[in-house]
């Protein structure tokens, strides 16, 4: 199983990024997928979850401002992050289970100006 993480990077609060995950090695198609990320100094925190069948859940932090999606085809899952906040800044890994134990190695986002 392989889960790679890209489009991190430093933005300017207020700003927007879009996540991807490339996956491999698993039924992505049949998989509920999830977005989980660790701040600084804190625990793993799920962020949004993606069902097989494109349904949607997040953390109330990121309600209306964080969009999941998935393409099934390319196996490859999507955050886009828009209205950023420096409280956002974590790293960001796409994970196969709530609490991101199956994950991959993340992608850094900071939210600074």
């Known amino acids: 199983v392989q889960l790679v993480e890209s489009g991190g990077g430093l933005v300017q609060p207020g700003g927007s990024l879009r996540l991807s995950c490339v996956t491999s090695g698993f039924a992505f198609s049949k998989y509920q997928m999830f977005w989980v990320r660790q701040a600084p100094g804190k625990s793993i925190e799920w962020v949004s979850l993606i069902h097989w069948s494109g349904s949607t859940q997040y953390t109330d932090s990121v309600k209306g401002r964080f969009t999941v999606s998935r393409d099934n085809a390319k196996n490859t899952l999507y955050l886009q992050m828009n209205t950023l906040r420096p409280e956002d800044t974590a790293v960001y890994y796409c994970?196969?289970?709530?609490?991101?134990?199956?994950r991959g190695k993340g992608t850094l986002v900071t939210v600074s100006s």
């Open positions: 994970a196969k289970d709530r609490r991101g134990i199956e």
